[in-house]
């Protein structure tokens, strides 16, 4: 698909917009899975829905919301994923707008890939574009998934990669150094 600078754009428009499903208006809101059962937030009530569950950790995965979660972040790490395996062959793109798309793409699954391990702890890294998903990858460790993500902070930190003004809504430098120092 990526075959120019338009179809690479496109696909950058698509990794963000594939983002706005990790947060539904509801009981399976990313948000809550993030924050319940932490010092950020608890569900108090009894034992008897999706909130208390995530709060206590004791989902598992016959929960359909959690599966879904799980889905949707790793179909938006393979779109990050194709982008930056795409980005370096496309010509018709000056370096600093190539430099652009990656470090966005790399600070998205970076960003992705922290806040899974911060819910599932040890989980498969996925870091190469792939056609389907192998649901029999092994999990990594924890120290494998975190030299990904800083990995991928460092890159989309660096000088001349990321904008360091806003810009509607898109990764900026600042972004990638504020997710570095978590």
Known sequence: YYVDAKTLNAGLVGLYSGLKDH?????????????????????????????????????????????????????????????????????????????????????????????????FGDLPMIDKETKEFDYKVDRSPLKDIYALIVSDLVFASGDDILPTTIRDGHATHWGAKTLLGK
């Open 23 to 119: 947060f539904p208006v509801s009981t399976g809101t990313p948000v809550f899975y993030f924050f319940t059962g932490t010092d950020e937030l608890c569900y108090r009530a009894a034992n008897t829905n999706i909130r208390s569950i995530v709060d206590r950790h004791s989902y598992t995965t016959t929960e359909e919301s959690v599966a879904k979660l799980w889905g949707l972040y790793y179909q938006s790490i393979g779109r990050a994923n194709a982008l930056i395996e795409a980005a370096p062959g496309i010509t018709d793109i000056s370096a600093g707008e190539r430099n652009k798309v990656l470090g966005e793409a790399h600070f998205v699954r970076a960003w992705i890939y922290f806040q899974l391990v911060h819910f």
